[in-house]
């Protein structure tokens, strides 16, 4: 096998971030607002309606609104 082929391949330092990152900012988006706004009396509506969302639906819903948001990630981070 070539050296080459053996020889460490280099790394990024870690926590460094890439030129012309910005930070996404998921709730100035007009969906974010408008499922955030609407999405917690959809699902109590169809609640009492006796057609609840399904939980994968749910669970989407709610992944969804927490995407993004430092304020959710950074506590989960520090619990481990």
Known sequence: ???AA???RPRAPPFIEPSGYAQHRPES???YQLVEQ???EFRELRAREGRPLPAYVQEEFEAYLKCGRLEVRIPDHLDR
Request: with cysteine.
């Open 6 to 8: 053996c020889a460490p």
């Open 38 to 40: 609407h999405y917690p």
């Open 1 to 3: 096998m070539p050296a």
């Open 29 to 31: 988006t007009l969906l």
